[in-house]
């Protein structure tokens, strides 16, 4: 018979399973719903679902290059120990090269694509929940082009806690990875000033402005004052401007430009940065096991 998609859509709700595995599981079970969730509880699919509300904040980055390609990813478990675990790195090294070749526009897309043979990226992936008992994701990736002049740094700190991919124009992979190191290290956001909008810019001298006005100093030199401190600002979130962590006493643009090249692009991933990590006390956890 055929599968609807509004079946589809129903039996993902109940099960919390990947629409490719609740459509076999349909088609399987002549579209019978309590019969399609038992098939995936018995593939262990649903079982993995019941981990979806888990927090997985934890998890690493993996870069991988081909040629003029790489790839950049961040994949996610609930706990740093698993993070450590072979088998949770090799999914991780498996997910960055699946990417790397099939070249997703999105998360939603690399997980509906075929993944080993008939199965898609999404069904693996929840195999290995069932295997290692946790929620595992795939948070995001970046593919990044480069030209054949151009160089790619590849950085991973911690084992991967912080993941940085540089391109670098007209200088050599040594001088790329020594970025990419600079880039985990300090965290810019963007590569230059020419990178910042306009609309960032003037919110920041109006605060540097009013900063100012409320320090007391005179209109007059107020002015000066907040042109002298965006130069501070720009230091902080631009690339090219800040202190090399290698060699303090220049500039990152400055260095590259003495390797002769220059910063084209990063990308900067760090496990976790932006979610909403869970709070676990020890103490108060065994001493809940001791009261039960």
Do not use: W
Request: aromatic share 6%; with cysteine; net charge negative.
């Amino acid at each position: 018979m055929a599968i609807s998609a509004k079946l589809v859509k129903e039996l993902r709700e109940k099960t919390g399973a990947g629409m490719m595995d609740c459509k076999k599981a349909l088609t399987e079970t002549d579209g019978d719903m309590d019969k399609a969730v038992d098939f995936l509880r018995e593939k262990g699919i649903a079982k993995a679902a019941k981990k979806a509300d888990r927090v997985a904040a934890e998890g690493l980055t993996a870069v991988k290059t081909d040629g003029n390609t790489a790839v950049i990813v961040e994949v996610n478990s609930e706990t740093d120990f698993v993070a450590k675990n072979e088998n949770f790195q090799n999914l991780v090294a498996a997910v960055a090269e699946h990417i790397l070749t099939n070249k997703p526009a999105d998360v939603e897309e690399a997980l509906g694509q075929i993944f080993e043979g008939e199965d898609t990226l999404q069904s693996y992936m929840n195999n290995q929940i069932v295997k290692i008992g946790e929620k595992l994701s795939l948070r995001r990736f970046a593919i990044v082009e480069k030209t054949d002049s151009q160089n790619y740094g590849a950085y991973l700190h911690m084992g991967g806690r912080i993941g940085v991919l540089t391109v670098l124009e007209g200088t050599d992979e040594e001088t790329a990875k020594d970025i990419a190191m600079h880039v985990a290290a300090i965290n810019p956001k963007y590569v230059g000033r020419d990178a910042v909008s306009a609309e960032e810019v003037e919110r920041e001298r109006e605060v540097l402005k009013q900063q100012a006005l409320n320090e007391g100093k005179p209109e007059k030199i107020v002015e000066k004052m907040v042109e002298g401190r965006l130069v501070k600002f720009f230091e902080d979130i631009c690339l090219n401007e800040q202190s090399f962590v290698k060699d303090s006493d220049q500039r990152v643009g400055k260095y590259v430009e003495s390797k002769g090249g220059k910063v084209v692009s990063f990308v900067r991933f760090e496990v976790g940065e932006g979610m909403e990590k869970r709070e676990d006390n020890f103490a108060e956890e065994v001493m809940s096991q001791v009261k039960k």
